[in-house]
């Protein structure tokens, strides 16, 4: 398994390295804070940044299949959002965040949305990419 964060800036590696024997199914990390990591790591397109944002379904989706090509990993999750307190917009306010799951069978992205401070939008993401985890493995796991 490996990991591109943005907006939660590496707390889902953490997260998972916290529990011992991780090392046998966590490879690594890519904390893609910035669009050029995102685009020179993780193979996003420009094109793709330019017409949906950093913080869009298509973006998320690309960078959890890239990290997933990159580590060379069976499963690959990514996190892109405004975590706050500022940096909203009209159309993705603060606490607009995207997470995705990729593994060789799909890919699955959702969008939730918070309005906590800066650290809860970060914990409660955290926790629902573990969830979005846990509910994603029993499909892979059977293939």
Request: net charge neutral; with cysteine; proline share 4%.
């Given at each position: 398994?490996?990991?591109a964060e943005s907006?939660?800036?590496?707390l ?5 390295t ?5 090392s046998?199914?966590f ?5 893609a804070?910035?669009n050029e990591?995102?685009?020179?790591q ?6 793709t940044?330019?017409?949906?944002g ?5 973006t998320?989706r ?5 990290v997933?090509?990159l ?11 405004i975590?706050g ?5 009209p ?6 965040i995207?997470?995705a799951?990729?593994d060789?069978h799909?890919?699955?992205?959702r ?15 955290t926790?629902?990419v573990l969830?979005?985890?846990?509910q994603?493995l ?6």
């Open positions: 398994m490996s990991t907006c939660t800036g590496g889902v590696a953490h997260k998972l916290s529990v011992p024997g991780s046998a199914y490879t690594g990390s890519v904390v804070y910035s990591v995102k685009k020179a993780l193979g996003v397109p420009q094109e940044l330019a017409r949906h950093a913080v869009s379904e298509e998320v690309l960078m959890a299949e890239g997933r090509r580590l060379n990993t069976d499963i690959g999750v990514a996190t892109s959002g975590a307190p500022d940096g909203g917009t159309e993705k306010p603060v606490g607009t995207w997470l799951y990729a060789a799909q890919t699955v992205a969008k939730i949305s918070y309005n906590k401070t800066r650290l809860l939008n970060i914990e409660y993401t926790l629902q969830n979005l985890i846990r994603s029993p499909a892979a796991v059977e293939e």
